[in-house]
């Protein structure tokens, strides 16, 4: 998620359990072609002192974003060069700077250029290549056509964010629009997985979003942030308990501090702390977390986890 997840936040829940694959946030063509370097540091985090975060490496697709097909083939090669293991591309994003430049959302009202955007990354990479896109812009009317088009310009699978683009990300997703995504492949004859995105809060919810869509696989964004340990549970693992919960933020404190230096490191920690609600640390209310927002060294914040992770939670008195 673009401003928010980075490679060290990917690879430390990926070592959390029960995640199949990894995505890269979007990373624009513009006037050139995306360089190797830039996909190099989407999918990797340095060596230094991350406690072997590189030894699970799930496999992680670099995503691309583009208004057309130019520098597209090139900026695949260069993702591919950079080791990753698929090439994924945006056409959801709703984000008016985006759309304004007739990127990511604002394609799903042209599915011939969807295609050839698809066909041209396929040209520069041996890789395969996917596709995000939501049920539509302001309504799903094109949503079959937009699919089918995928699937016929090769696309390796395809994932739906079950909201239009008008919904953002705050109305109840609509997952009807990824069952009606996988009849209508399904009946034309192709076999590509449907991945399904939108709305999973829980767990059990990545069981119902299957169950109910009959989707192949799910992709989860917002929640992971709120409880890193959803995969391991969905997955059929235990939920975290306190002392694990609390160890979770600092153990990304620390990876982020040893990537990319202590200030960087402290503002994911806040970021992190806005969402995070495993193990129930904030039950006792809001305040303790708007006090470890202002808290102005990381210090002040690890020491409350510490402390945090050995208490036990205040009983209910209703
Ligand atoms: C701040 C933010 C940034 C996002 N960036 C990306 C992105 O770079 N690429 C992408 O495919 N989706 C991006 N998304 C969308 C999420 O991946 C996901 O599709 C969406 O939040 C719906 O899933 P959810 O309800 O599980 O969060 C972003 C979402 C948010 C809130």
């Known amino acids: 998620m673009e401003g928010i997840t980075d490679p060290v936040f990917r690879r430390l829940v990926s070592r959390t359990g029960g995640v199949a694959a990894l995505c890269s946030e979007f990373l624009r063509i513009s006037v050139s072609p995306v360089p190797e370097r830039i996909c190099r540091r989407h999918l990797a985090v340095t060596d230094a002192g991350d406690d072997g975060l590189r030894q699970v490496r799930l ?24 080791g990753a293991d698929w090439i994924d591309l945006n056409f959801g994003c709703p984000a008016p700077v985006v759309f304004g430049k007739c990127a990511g959302s604002a394609l799903l009202a042209l599915p011939e250029r969807m295609s050839a955007i698809v ?54 997703a609509s997952w009807h629009w990824i069952a009606q995504g996988v009849r209508v492949l399904r009946a034309a004859g192709y ?22 869509t009959g989707c192949d696989a799910v ?7 709120a409880d890193p340990f959803l995969f391991r549970v969905a997955a059929g693992g235990p939920a975290p ?22 200030s960087r490191a402290l503002a994911k920690l806040k970021q992190q702390l806005c969402w995070y609600r495993a193990g129930d640390l904030f039950a006792d209310g809001e305040a303790q977390r708007k006090m470890l927002l202002r808290a102005r060294s990381a210090s002040e914040i690890l020491s409350w986890l510490v402390a945090a992770g050995v208490s036990r939670p205040r009983a209910s008195c209703d």
């Open 191 to 212: 076999r590509l997985p449907v991945v399904g995105n939108g709305g999973v809060e829980r767990a059990d919810q990545v069981a119902e979003m299957r169950r109910l």
């Open 119 to 172: 066909r041209a990354a396929r040209s520069g990479t041996t890789l395969p290549v996917t596709a995000k896109i939501r049920a539509g812009i302001t309504d799903e009317r094109l949503l079959e056509e937009n699919l089918l088009a995928l699937a016929e310009a090769g696309a390796a699978a395809v994932t739906i964010h079950a909201r239009l683009r008008i919904q953002g990300y705050h109305q109840p």
């Open 59 to 82: 496999p992680t697709a670099i995503q691309l974003m583009a208004a057309g097909c130019e520098h597209v083939p090139e900026s695949a090669a260069h993702a591919e060069c950079a």
């Open 241 to 262: 308990d306190r002392r694990e919960a609390a160890e979770w933020p600092m153990r990304y404190y620390e990876a982020e501090a040893a990537a990319h230096g202590g």
């Open 219 to 225: 992709m989860v964004g917002r929640a992971v942030l």
